[in-house]
């Protein structure tokens, strides 16, 4: 086997755990049976070690294409050819009355013609390090595990099974309206059979979830089916637990093959916080913006080792994430090191302080006002932030070249101090407002002489360097500056002619600046590119703006997903899909489509 481009997948999940499958039929990734478990599957890391599910008709020329059902999560891949036609059907099922079992169903039927298939379920548990034994009975194959820390797992199949060292294979023969069905996960209790008669109804009431979740949103305008997409995507990324989000499903997928920038993003980032509730609050998703809110409220109570706050958290809130190496898998196409865990929690990244403040102003201005207690962790949390707001820290970007003064960390600082302004005037709440106005009105000073670059006429990424950042795009976009201020028109100016190519923006220059003490480069970042394409739509350049945002979107895979990153070549890097990328597109697409449609209600209030 062959590594698949990771634009060749398509995801299933049931919001505790999710599968990549590929265009080839195989399930290369699976996380089990929680998204931050250990692997089951991976394939997509190691194609020789990793195990992976494999299903494929025996076919000499065949197409492939693959789509997700209507509204749904349900993804099907078609397999043609001049022999006949044969359907995968992929899914996690979940109802919205009671708990579904935590399993993947898959279904292959032929619509035409007379086809053989071969499966192979080749599972690989505790990242490839576990081993276990096979028994096969009764139409089930038992995978035990010789580690208690590993769950044991069952393939339940409709066609006899068989054994070959630690996989279960099968091979068999469809005619047109015949199909074979498999489901895969934890092991049944007393031996209890699936209910394979109910595996259509499961599959009704999985279709009827996800078609009745995502018609109550409120977006009707353009590019309603890429939004609906991306809403559905997060979806699947937010922990139907705890309420958290995971930034992706999936880790050390490289940002340059054969290069070193491999993490894991299987945990809830607080930045994405501020992003994941206008998303949410935008689309009109009042269960998920709650239930984060809570989840949120939850971290304010907690201390961090350098700060009231954590850069990232475990989905179930936990604080330790320590970061490990896998040196037994090579990596997706030989890209190593395998990183697990994540040693940038332990970071001080003081940006994360403005996304929370900006959080809690969101839901406080769109759900339920602020507690008592609450407030008082606010106060608690600025009282530190004025006190070490100009400290250096790793920033947004989690250099590890060294702490910098960064100018996204000091924005954001003075979004921390200017939400909390407006949050106590709003709301009549009592505070140190005098002391928090001369720390905001100190750090916008600090911002505009420490920050600019007389010689570049451009806002720089660190004090005291000519390099350029595009997380300056975000300067607009929280209000900080006005999209046709001279100084962020020229601003723009810059960033076009370093970090610009077309529709598809930089970071940083990586390779130039070693801003993040690592070797090599990178590709464009996708969520940049959509805040780029905001920043033209703000200050007025709206055909530009529609142009770009257009092309863009045709960036996305066949199933209008994104990684992080977009290579030189167009292809997908970094982790995938990305929750972070989706959520700037949803923030773009709605302010484009309100501008465009002459309904900007975004009046700063």
């Not at 068999?172 to 049944?188: D, H, N």
């Not at 292809?571 to 773009?588: D, E, K, R, V």
Request: with cysteine; glycine share 8%; proline share 4%.
């Amino acid at each position: 086997m062959s590594f698949e481009p990771i634009e060749n997948y398509g995801v299933i999940g049931n919001m505790r755990s999710i599968a990549l499958v590929g265009i080839n039929g195989s399930i290369d990734f699976l996380c089990y049976p929680n998204f931050d478990s250990p692997t089951v599957f991976a394939a997509l890391l190691d194609d020789e070690s990793g195990g992976r599910f494999q299903i494929q008709p025996q076919l000499k020329k065949r197409r492939v294409r693959q789509l997700y059902l209507p509204d749904t999560n349900i993804l099907l891949t078609r397999f043609l050819s001049e022999e006949g036609v044969a359907e995968l059907t992929d899914y996690m099922p979940i109802g919205t009355d009671g708990e579904q079992p935590n399993e993947i169903i898959r279904t292959v039927s032929v619509i035409r013609g007379k086809l053989e298939f071969k499966m192979r379920c080749q599972p690989r548990l505790n990242y490839a390090t576990c081993r276990h034994s096979v028994n096969i009975e009764d139409g089930c194959a038992m995978f035990s595990p010789a580690s208690d820390d590993c769950p044991a797992l069952a393939l339940y199949s409709t066609v006899p099974l068989r054994q070959e060292s630690q996989d279960a294979t099968c091979g068999f023969t469809l005619r047109a309206g015949e199909r074979a069905t498999f489901v895969f996960g934890g092991v049944r209790p007393q031996g209890q059979q699936p209910e394979m008669e109910f595996v259509e109804q499961r599959f009704h009431e999985t279709a009827r979830f996800w078609k009745g979740w995502i018609a109550r949103s409120k977006y009707k305008g353009r590019w309603r089916e890429m939004v609906n997409r991306s809403a559905l995507m997060l979806k699947l990324l937010i922990s139907r637990e705890h309420g958290s989000l995971i930034a992706a499903p999936t880790f050390s997928l490289p940002e340059e093959i054969g290069g070193v920038r491999n993490w894991d993003y299987r945990f809830t980032w607080l930045r994405d916080a501020a992003f994941t509730l206008y998303a949410l609050i935008r689309l009109g998703f009042v269960d998920e913006t709650e239930a984060f809110i809570e989840w949120l409220k939850g971290r304010l109570g907690d201390d961090a080792e350098r700060g009231p706050l954590q850069v990232m958290y475990g989905i179930d809130g936990r604080q330790k994430l320590d970061e490990l190496i896998l040196d037994h898998l090579h990596g997706y196409e030989n890209s190593g090191p395998v990183r697990i865990g994540n040693a940038a929690y332990q970071q001080l990244q003081l940006d994360i302080y403005g996304e929370m403040m900006d959080s809690i102003y969101l839901s406080n201005k769109y759900g339920d006002p602020m507690t008592y207690a609450g407030w008082q962790e606010v106060h608690r949390m600025l009282e530190w932030l004025g006190k070490n707001w100009q400290r250096p820290d790793e920033g947004i970007w989690e250099v590890r070249g060294g702490a910098r003064e960064f100018l996204h960390s000091r924005l954001m600082c003075w979004v921390a101090f200017d939400r909390g302004l407006r949050l106590a005037q709003k709301r009549s709440l009592s505070g140190p407002l005098d002391s928090w106005q001369r720390t905001r009105d100190a750090i916008r000073e600090d911002i505009f002489t420490n920050f600019w670059d007389e010689e570049l006429q451009s806002f720089v990424q660190s004090k005291g360097t000519k390099n350029l950042d595009a997380s300056v795009l975000l300067m607009p976009l929280m209000r900080f500056i006005s999209p046709v201020d001279p100084m962020w028109r020229s601003t723009m100016k810059a960033i076009e002619s370093r970090l610009v190519e077309d529709t598809l923006v930089r970071r940083y220059e990586a390779e130039s600046t070693h801003v993040d003490g690592l070797p090599g480069g990178e590709g464009s970042f996708t969520a940049c590119s959509f805040w780029y394409i905001e920043c033209l739509a703000r200050a007025g350049e709206l055909e530009k703006a529609q142009l770009l945002f257009e092309k863009l979107l045709g960036y996305a895979n066949h199933l209008g997903l994104y990684s992080e990153e977009i290579g030189p070549s167009g292809q997908h890097l970094g982790n995938f899909p990305q929750a972070f990328t989706h959520l700037a597109l949803i923030s773009a697409a709605t302010y484009l489509d309100r501008v465009l449609s002459g309904k900007d209600d975004s009046v700063w209030r």
